[in-house]
């Protein structure tokens, strides 16, 4: 997996916009970038994947810019219930996974 | 949606003992993994199987085994739990190796070795 690196924490309020920005300057041609969510005392959970430009789904956004050496994931209208450590992965996630301490993001009332 | 049903949420077993942790998929994967997460040390695979009788090492499969009968049912044996093998353990799933599919993730087991 490519080294990634994303800030080690985050707070925000109900009703914010939370964006957490992760570098991964080696990615290769072929790889996938794809971020998880953890709650305490749970399995990560995955949340979005993208290869090039902007990925939407129920959850949240990824966009990535056309050299790929970042990404970032949207969080639109957090929540209190969106407080959680966020993972970002680089490469093939498909057998072995390399979390590191990933963003924990805090959502005030 | 993938559903991936670990046994037990929490366990508490005494050194020494034989421990078996169970997880179940039901989403025809091929893939099934067994994790230890730990504070500071993030996820380390233990073991994984790609198909069923079939299992390879992780980066730290000492003092474990696993067994996989059937193709949903994926086991991790604690041979002789030491209080070290205190840990959370996740159970995960995933269709393939390739970069774009994701592993699905149990909601854990918190397993305490007195």
């Known amino acids: 997996l490519a080294k990634t690196t994303q800030p080690i924490s985050m707070d925000s309020y109900e009703g914010q916009e939370v964006n957490i920005t992760c570098s991964h300057n080696n990615i290769a041609t072929n790889d996938y970038i794809t971020w998880y969510q953890q709650f305490p005392s749970q399995g990560p959970r995955f949340i979005i994947q993208g290869y090039k430009t902007k990925v939407t789904n129920e959850v949240a956004s990824l966009f990535i810019p056309a050299d790929r050496k970042s990404s970032t994931l949207s969080l639109p209208r957090v929540s209190l219930s969106d407080t959680a450590v966020y993972y970002c992965?680089?490469?093939?996630?498909?057998?072995?996974?390399?979390f590191g301490a990933g963003t924990t993001v805090t959502v005030r009332a | 949606d993938v559903k991936v049903t670990q046994s037990s949420r929490y366990l508490v077993k005494r050194t020494g003992e034989k421990v078996f942790l169970e997880c179940v998929q039901d989403?025809?994967?091929?893939?099934m993994f067994w994790y230890r997460q730990d504070p500071g040390l993030g996820l380390r695979l233990i073991y994984f199987?790609?198909?069923?009788?079939?299992?390879e090492k992780g980066d730290i499969p000492e003092g474990y085994s696993v067994s996989r009968e059937k193709k949903e049912r994926f086991s991790l044996i604690l041979e002789s739990a030491s209080t070290n093998q205190t840990s959370m353990y996740l159970c995960?799933?995933?269709?393939?190796?390739?970069?774009?599919?994701?592993?699905?993730f149990g909601d854990g087991t918190r397993l305490s070795i007195l």
């Open positions: 992965l680089v490469g093939d996630v498909g057998y072995k996974l390399s």
């Open positions: 989403m025809d994967h091929e893939n």
């Open positions: 199987s790609y198909d069923v009788k079939m299992k």
């Open positions: 995960a799933t995933g269709q393939g190796p390739n970069s774009n599919q994701p592993q699905h």
